[in-house]
């Protein structure tokens, strides 16, 4: 008689159906149920173990298809059908290889320490997706624990790996514990290495949060006007331009008798052309210059050649500081700008501060850059795609746990958030249905330096390295069948 002769077929039906509603439900676009994710690849993956590799597969896609259904919509809304049907698939295909690995590993090795295998080849993975996709770490299980913030603080020593290492480590623990159920010494190691590991991470992330002192602050505010107002043309009209641009004017004004230091508009927030900067830009110098606030926004920018996706940042005086070049760019949305390739720094009250836009706090190796320049705060125009307003900002928010600086991120169709080190959101409303929306809020000044800005994704590799000699190595020592079947 086989192994997968004695697993009733009900259990197995039951135990993928509840697989795949809980990645469903934790891995969404909201946040909500993120401790699902931590239980959710126990049923697979315990049921890997005694299938055969076919069978194995075979669950193991279902589940992890189930999950990533609950971005369908989504996908399709911004990368149309075709794209999202490939992305949908091609992730829980993926997945179903690294469980098949990983019950190669566990069922040919005899040693307790292959617990390590499912989060090392799934961190590793997740590692290279966010090295070489296009859309960065946007696909990462690590963002639906933002709101763990005990949690999330290991991103600022190993980067978002850390945080996916642990939610994945934690499954691996319980399903090969109980593989080896009835061996005391392998249990015992198991049991052991996942209370200190747990314990470690916890323990660092809470007495970082309860290190925040928040003494030195600056007023920030964030202004977004009503979607009608924002024009999305290559040929944008003169007078329309005005208009916008004295609505903001006028925002800006409101926000500094709110006792406003540093005001941080949208994405693309107006259009500037030869036709339209002298007047725009008069505009927004005066309000700046008339209300002492340094001006951060995002605008379009089709004063040269090529086009671009840029922010500039004004000074309390009038003047313009400095200028920023959107790197990366949305594909498909954003293919008739050019990407630029250089962070932006200014100082505001001798400290240094950074300029991003949107979609470049998808890329942790990037804004790592921004680590190494010791930057306070980052301002951060930005345009979502309302559905994903809660996800994209708490990615961006991450960026600021990793490098150790607050963040004020003023979003089009999303979230206006005002975040310190910790990737606490302090102040937050939202500009998701379109309407205007505007913040006011105290940035802290505090900085801190971390593991990551220094040493970058020294963890993601470490992962890698670990996944080469797992697979090369342990694979080979072939176990015998009658300690298999004493297991079981």
């Known amino acids: ?117 499912f989060p090392v080849l799934f961190t590793s993975f997740e590692f290279l997706v966010a090295r070489f996709s296009p ?8 963002y639906t624990q933002s709101n763990v913030l005990s949690l999330i603080q290991v991103a600022s020593v190993t980067g978002i790996a850390g945080i996916t290492f642990i939610v994945i480590f934690f499954p691996s623990a319980i399903a090969v514990a109980w593989y080896y159920r009835k061996e005391k010494n392998k249990l015992r190691y198991i049991t052991v290495s996942s209370i200190v590991i747990l314990a470690a991470v916890f323990s660092f992330g809470l007495t970082r949060i309860n290190n925040n002192k928040k003494d030195v602050t600056v007023k920030a505010g964030l202004a977004v006007l009503d979607e009608k107002f924002h024009y999305i043309t290559g040929h944008p009209d003169l007078q329309k331009e005005i208009q916008s641009a004295e609505y903001y004017a006028a925002q800006i004004k409101k926000l500094s008798e ?25 505009i927004l110098m005066t309000a700046a210059k008339q209300n002492h606030v340094v001006l951060v926004t995002g605008y379009t920018n089709f004063k040269n050649k090529p086009q671009r996706n840029s922010a500039m940042v004004i000074n309390a005086d009038g003047g313009l500081v400095t200028g920023y070049n959107k790197a990366h760019l949305v594909t498909g949305l954003e293919n008739q ?67 150790g600086c607050s963040e004020i991120r003023s979003a089009r169709l999303g979230r206006l958030t005002i975040s310190d080190f910790t990737g606490r959101v302090n102040f937050e409303t939202s500009s998701t249905a379109g309407h205007a929306a505007s913040l006011t809020g105290d940035v ?40 298999l079947a004493k297991r079981l």
């Open 337 to 403: 700008f050019t990407a630029g390739n250089e962070i932006a720094v200014f100082q505001f009250n001798n400290l240094p501060a950074g300029v991003a836009i949107c979609k470049d706090l998808d890329f942790p190796a990037y804004i790592r850059r921004y680590g190494e320049k010791s930057v306070h705060f980052l301002c951060i125009p930005a345009w979502d795609f309302s559905t994903d307003d809660w996800l994209h900002s708490r990615m961006a928010i991450l960026r600021g746990v990793e490098i």
């Open 1 to 117: 008689m086989t192994v997968s002769q004695k697993i009733n077929p009900l259990f197995v039906v039951t135990a993928v159906l509840f697989s795949g509603l809980c990645w469903y439900l934790s891995n969404g676009l909201t946040g909500d149920y993120w401790y699902l994710l931590w239980i959710a690849p126990v049923p697979v993956l315990a049921l890997s173990f005694r299938l055969p590799a076919k069978a194995a597969f075979i669950i193991s896609f279902i589940a992890y298809l189930l999950g990533r259904l609950s971005w369908f919509s989504y996908l399709v809304s911004v990368a149309t059908l075709i794209p999202a049907i490939i992305f949908t698939l091609v992730l829980p295909l993926i997945f179903s290889l690294i469980i098949l690995q990983v019950r190669k590993i566990i069922t040919r090795s005899p040693h307790w320490w292959t617990v390590f295998a």
């Open 258 to 282: 709110e006792a406003a230091q540093v005001i941080v508009l949208p994405e693309r927030a107006v259009n500037i052309t030869p036709e339209t900067d002298s007047a725009v830009m008069h």
């Open 135 to 142: 859309d960065g770490s946007a696909a990462s299980i690590a």
């Open 444 to 483: 802290s000044l505090e900085k801190r330096n971390t593991v990551y800005s220094r040493f970058g994704d020294w963890f993601g590799w470490l992962n890698l390295i670990m996944a080469v000699c797992f697979i090369f190595f342990t694979g080979k020592n072939q176990k015998k069948k009658p300690e």
